[in-house]
């Protein structure tokens, strides 16, 4: 059975001896390659750069300044913590329902 754990990197967790032999023992291991895991070419690892670089241009975000009801900006609050991540996904879905736009034009 897999445990998971999360772990705050401001207070990360004290390691026992046991788990710090383990971690200097996989420093030492080499990568096994196989069928299902072969190693990739230079050219095939390019093609990984690129489309990170696509997918971080498309996820860059920018500033704007919007002005919102005391309403609205308390129910965005209400969210909690990344509340503005909530509203630029809410307002993403919205910008693609055409007949919404209508309805508020």
């Known amino acids: ?24 023992e996989l420093e030492r291991t080499s990568i096994v390659f196989d069928e299902d895991n072969p190693p990739l070419s230079d050219e095939q690892l390019s093609k990984f750069k690129k489309v990170s670089e696509i997918n971080r241009a498309k996820r860059n975000k920018q500033t704007v300044t919007l002005r919102l009801s ?9 969210l909690g913590k990344g509340y503005t991540s909530v509203l630029s996904r809410i307002l993403e879905e919205a910008l693609e329902d055409n007949e919404l736009i209508e309805k508020y034009l």
Do not use: C, F, G, S
């Not at 999360?6 to 026992?16: F, H």
């Open 1 to 24: 059975m897999a445990v998971k754990k999360k772990i705050d990197p401001k207070n990360p967790p004290t390691l026992t001896e046991e788990q710090l032999k383990l971690l200097k």
């Open 70 to 78: 005391p309403r609205a900006l308390n129910k965005a609050k209400a």
